[in-house]
């Protein structure tokens, strides 16, 4: 078997948001050259997570509406006394760091409408990091 590993940085402009990562997973996967596996993304932050969906503008809005009346930013939270991102925190527990994707022909698995997204939880933030890493032969 065999293992590559990979790692992107992007840059945040919001509080919340969903940035596209997909070509990243798609330029790691055709670099390894691996044939079949698995990839998985996980962002190695306790303040953003990763997801997999559609890339449509008004539902990237829905998404984040959803994850704030979820998460509460404007809540007292405890953790908000030492560091102000208690939401963030949150979100990142509930969405989830990683997601792991078959690896098939060389080419990721994903349906037309599943785009892969790194979710800024606590932005803006210069330098968010992505871990990209394929298992397969
Ligand atoms: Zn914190």
Do not use: Y
């Not at 009346?69 to 527990?93: F, K, Q, T, Y």
């Amino acid at each position: 078997m065999k293992v590559f590993f990979h790692e992107v940085s992007v840059t945040t402009s919001r509080r919340i948001q969903l940035i596209d990562i997909t070509h990243h997973v798609e330029e790691a996967v055709g670099k390894s050259g691996i044939a079949n596996g698995v990839c998985i993304v996980f962002a190695p932050h306790a303040t953003a997570a990763v997801v997999v969906n559609e890339h449509e503008e008004g539902l990237i809005q829905d998404i984040v509406s959803k994850i704030e009346e979820i998460v509460e930013p404007e809540r007292s939270w405890r953790h908000n006394i030492i560091d102000d991102n208690a939401h963030a925190h949150i979100g990142s527990a509930i969405i989830g760091s990683e997601r792991v994707l078959p690896v098939r022909k060389g080419r990721i698995v994903r349906g037309t409408w599943q785009n892969i997204f790194l979710v800024e939880l606590d932005g803006p933030r210069k330098e968010r990091n992505i871990v990209i890493e394929v298992l397969g032969e």
